[in-house]
């Protein structure tokens, strides 16, 4: 099976206050991206790979990619991520692949057998995210007052990997105009279910500098696997 990654790593993260985008920024070593491509690169699931990324930082990222093996091109971004991700799936159409994978460019510490659990099932389904149970009391706010507690049993905090049938996604964000934050949702807006995949806390999304610390922690620690 023809199977693609495209990573969204288009955003500047000014939330990071470190200057460049938080991608770039330095984790055991090598750029935050430079992690996540090397650890997919060595997964080898998959056929080609697409980076998305900011505008002016193209050839910084070639640079990047140029010591993986995996054939991978890099694109410029567009305005936000559903742009981005829109754009590495138009780079694809003539590769013409059954399933591409969306995975964030700054969650570097994903482990393989999340990867192929992920792969599995949205063969099997057609779409599927992984995804870690919520832990804590979940609370609805609105205008600073407490008014709901869901069940949390059935609030889970969504991550990626989140695999598709390439068709399906693609068509998605075409005809989808509804304002959603992944991919998952995007989907699920075009009536198709999306199945769920435990995840890990390990699997974190770099956003803030205790993100970071907290990366550089696990991987001196051999915590992912």
């Given at each position: 099976?023809?199977?693609?990654?495209?990573?969204?790593?288009?955003?500047?993260?000014?939330?990071?206050?470190?200057?460049?985008?938080?991608?770039?920024?330095?984790?055991?070593?090598?750029?935050?991206?430079?992690?996540?491509?090397?650890?997919?690169?060595?997964?080898?699931?998959?056929?080609?790979i697409v980076v998305v990324v900011?505008?002016?930082?193209?050839?910084?990222?070639?640079?990047?990619?140029?010591?993986?093996?995996?054939?991978?091109?890099?694109?410029?971004?567009?305005?936000?991520?559903?742009?981005?991700?829109?754009?590495?799936?138009?780079?694809?159409?003539?590769?013409?692949?059954?399933?591409?994978?969306?995975?964030?460019?700054?969650?570097?510490?994903?482990p393989k057998r999340m990867v192929?659990?992920?792969?599995?099932?949205?063969?099997?389904?057609?779409?599927?995210?992984?995804?870690?149970?919520?832990?804590?009391?979940?609370?609805?706010?609105?205008?600073?007052?407490?008014?709901?507690?869901?069940?949390?049993?059935?609030?889970?905090?969504?991550?990626?990997?989140?695999?598709?049938?390439?068709?399906?996604?693609?068509?998605?964000?075409?005809?989808?105009?509804?304002?959603?934050?992944?991919?998952?949702?995007?989907?699920?807006?075009?009536?198709?279910?999306?199945?769920?995949?435990?995840?890990?806390?390990?699997?974190?999304?770099?956003?803030?500098?205790?993100?970071?610390?907290?990366?550089?922690?696990?991987?001196?620690?051999?915590?992912?696997?």
């Amino acid at each position: 099976m023809n199977r693609v990654l495209v990573i969204p790593a288009g955003g500047y993260g000014r939330r990071m206050g470190a200057g460049i985008p938080k991608q770039f920024l330095s984790l055991d070593g090598k750029t935050v991206l430079g992690v996540t491509l090397e650890r997919f690169d060595s997964f080898d699931l998959f056929d080609r790979i697409v980076v998305v990324v900011p505008k002016d930082h193209t050839a910084r990222t070639e640079s990047i990619t140029a010591q993986i093996s995996t054939p991978t091109i890099v694109i410029e971004g567009g305005k936000n991520r559903r742009e981005s991700v829109f754009k590495g799936l138009l780079t694809l159409e003539d590769f013409a692949p059954q399933l591409v994978v969306i995975h964030d460019g700054v969650r570097p510490l994903i482990p393989k057998r999340m990867v192929t659990a992920v792969i599995q099932a949205a063969q099997e389904s057609g779409a599927a995210t992984v995804a870690v149970s919520a832990v804590d009391t979940i609370g609805v706010v609105k205008e600073n007052q407490l008014i709901s507690q869901p069940d949390r049993k059935t609030m889970y905090h969504i991550q990626t990997p989140q695999a598709f049938r390439y068709s399906l996604l693609l068509e998605a964000h075409r005809t989808i105009k509804k304002r959603v934050t992944d991919d998952a949702g995007l989907v699920l807006a075009a009536g198709h279910d999306v199945a769920i995949v435990d995840g890990f806390q390990g699997n974190i999304k770099i956003t803030a500098p205790s993100d970071l610390m907290l990366a550089e922690l696990f991987l001196k620690n051999g915590y992912v696997q």
